[in-house]
């Protein structure tokens, strides 16, 4: 019997006005994703990927069609309800960083629980342990100024499995890091998908990272299609 899909999208469409111009970029993007499941989405720049991949965290809207988690169209859904279900839900993880510069390490991890004001005592302690499992419990009190690119990077990653997400979302996560942290943080992915058996899709130029997936699709000329090898 097959599984239940975590996520489900139907005919997702998405356009942008330049000008006097409609750019078309989502044509109807129907995917289904199963819970545990690996899936990387790549494509040419300006394909629409992350455009997807917004639309997928309701960081925006599409024009039309459905994205639903579980029994939830989150298309239906108002600001405050939507912000609540990406919080709890959702985790998110950008090219950048995006960590707050005046906290530490550990107050950056813990950011989506104070957010939420769903505060208990183990709190911290889930930080430490998610800085642990990203490699940096040596970089607890450090502020983002004092840790390298990769070191950021990973910090964030911690940061968006504060809430015990249902789904890791990923939008070129090794987009801003040299080589060598790019493969550190390929490796982490490998490490979460087989450790936590968490549901992600990573959107990547980035092969190498694609190749952890268990599934690659191509992003091309507003629809999704396997990527043939």
Do not use: W
């Not at 998405?14 to 289904?32: A, C, D, N, Q």
């Not at 390490?105 to 950011?111: G, H, P, S, Y």
């Not at 504060?162 to 490796?187: F, H, K, Q, W, Y």
């Amino acid at each position: 019997m097959r599984d239940k899909p975590i996520l489900q999208t139907r005919e997702l469409q998405k356009s942008f006005r330049k000008g006097p111009e409609l750019i078309h970029v989502l044509k109807g993007v129907t995917m289904e994703v199963t819970r545990g499941e690996c899936i990387a989405i790549v494509g040419a720049s300006g394909s629409g990927k992350s455009t997807l991949l917004h639309l997928l965290g309701g960081l925006e809207k599409p024009d039309s069609g459905t994205i639903r988690y579980g029994d939830k169209d989150i298309c239906l859904m108002n600001e405050r309800e939507i912000s609540t279900f990406r919080n709890l839900k959702v985790g998110l993880v950008f090219q950048f960083h995006y960590l707050l510069s005046e906290f530490s390490a550990l107050e950056n991890v813990m950011m989506p629980a104070l957010v939420s004001a769903r505060i208990t005592p183990d709190i911290p302690k889930k930080a430490r342990e998610l800085l642990d499992v990203v490699g940096l419990s040596d970089r607890v009190t450090h502020k983002p100024g004092e840790l390298s690119g990769g070191e950021q990077q990973r910090v964030a990653i911690a940061r968006s499995l504060m809430m015990s997400p249902n789904i890791l979302l990923a939008d070129e996560p090794t987009g801003d890091l040299d080589p060598e942290n790019g493969a550190r943080v390929r490796d982490l992915f490998a490490d979460l998908k087989r450790s936590l058996g968490i549901t992600m899709i990573i959107v990547t130029h980035n092969m190498d990272l694609a190749s952890i997936t268990e599934r690659i699709l191509v992003l091309k000329e507003g629809h999704l299609e396997p990527h043939v090898v």
